[in-house]
C-alpha cells in the first residue's frame, strides 16, 4: 500500500506521543492504511526500542497476510524521534504515555503547543477525565479521547470520548478515522472510566474477590466467562495482559470519583507490591514463563 492509497478522510500526518505496546500499535494501525507515522520518545534509547517494535509488528502483520504491503515502504513512513517539534506539521497527534495526571497534563501541553491552530490532539487515556484534561490546554475544542485496544492492529474497537468542548467537527472526524481504520467506534461523553474500564475493571474486581475467598480458580473463573459469555479472554487474563499496576491505577481513580465498589481487592495491591504485574513480568494471576 502506498500513500495514493490513503483513504479520504485519514490524515495523511499522524503524531504519536509515546512508543511503548499502545504507541506502537497505535503508530502501526496508521501506517497499515498509508498514513505516515511519527512516533516521539524521551530518549534515543526509548526511541530505538520504539522504532524495532513497530518495524517486527508491521514484519508480522506482512507475514501472516494481515496485510498486503510492502514492509519498506511501510516503514519509510515511520519516524522516531525524541523532539516535540516534530509534531509541528502533523494534523492529527495522539499521546500515549502511562496512566499518570501530571505526566499527560504536560505532555498534552508539550504537544499543544508545537501543533498548528487546526490541527487535532488526542489522549488514549482509558480512564482519565476528557475533561480535566482539556481544562489545561488552550484549544479543548481541539481536543478528545481516543482509547485504543490491546492489540491495536488486530482489535476493532476505538472508544471515542468526548468532551464538553469537543467541537462537533472533531468528533465527525474522529468517527470517520476510526472507520477508515477498519474499526467500530463506540462513542461516549466523558464520565469516569467512560464505558470500556468501568465495565471491564467492574467485572475483573468481582474475579479477583471470588480467587481471593476461594471461590473458584483465576482458570475456572476466566472459563466461566469464556464459555459462558462468550467472552474473548477471561477477566483475569486480560488484567494479566494490561498489567496488574495499570489496573490498579484505573481502580484507584474509579474508586476515588464513583465510590468504594471500585476498590480494589488486597489481593490485587499484594500482587503489585510483589511485582507480580502479569505478562510484562512473568507472573500475575497466571505464569506467562513457559
Do not use: C
Not at 149 to 168: D, Y
Not at 220 to 232: E, F, R, S
Amino acid at each position: 500500500m502506498s500513500n495514493s492509497a490513503l483513504p479520504a478522510n485519514l490524515p495523511a500526518k499522524v503524531g504519536v506521543l509515546g512508543g511503548g505496546r499502545m504507541g506502537a500499535g497505535i503508530a502501526h494501525a496508521f501506517l497499515i492504511k498509508g498514513a505516515d507515522a511519527l512516533v516521539v520518545e524521551r530518549d534515543e534509547e526509548s526511541a530505538e526500542a520504539a522504532r524495532e517494535r513497530v518495524e517486527s509488528a508491521a514484519a508480522k502483520s506482512i507475514e501472516r497476510g494481515a496485510v498486503d504491503a510492502n514492509l519498506d515502504e511501510m516503514v519509510s513512513r515511520l519516524s522516531v524521534t525524541v523532539d516535540y517539534d516534530d509534531f509541528a506539521d502533523r494534523q492529527l497527534v495522539i499521546e500515549a504515555v502511562p496512566e499518570d495526571w501530571d505526566l499527560k497534563v504536560t505532555a498534552l501541553q508539550g504537544i499543544e503547543a508545537r501543533l498548528a491552530p487546526d490541527a487535532y490532539l488526542a489522549s488514549n487515556t482509558s480512564s482519565l477525565s476528557v475533561d480535566g484534561l482539556a481544562r489545561e490546554l488552550k484549544r479543548p475544542q481541539n481536543f478528545l479521547g481516543l482509547h485504543f485496544f490491546n492489540p491495536v492492529p488486530a482489535s476493532t474497537l476505538i472508544e471515542v470520548v468526548l468532551g464538553k468542548e469537543t467541537s462537533a467537527e472533531l468528533a465527525a472526524a474522529a468517527r470517520g478515522w476510526t472507520e477508515a481504520l477498519g474499526k467500530t467506534a463506540v462513542v461516549v461523553n466523558d464520565a469516569p472510566g467512560f464505558a470500556s474500564s468501568r465495565l471491564g475493571v467492574a467485572i475483573a474486581l468481582e474475579a479477583m474477590r471470588m480467587v481471593e475467598e476461594g471461590v473458584a480458580s483465576a482458570e475456572d473463573i476466566d472459563n466461566a466467562m469464556v464459555l459462558g459469555y462468550k467472552h474473548p479472554t477471561g477477566p483475569l487474563r486480560t488484567t494479566d495482559i494490561v498489567g496488574l499496576d495499570v489496573r490498579l491505577g484505573i481502580a484507584e481513580y474509579l474508586q476515588s470519583t464513583l465510590g468504594d465498589r471500585f476498590a480494589p481487592p488486597q489481593i490485587l495491591r499484594d500482587k503489585v507490591a510483589r511485582g507480580e504485574l502479569g505478562r510484562k513480568t512473568g507472573k500475575g494471576f497466571f505464569d506467562w514463563t513457559a
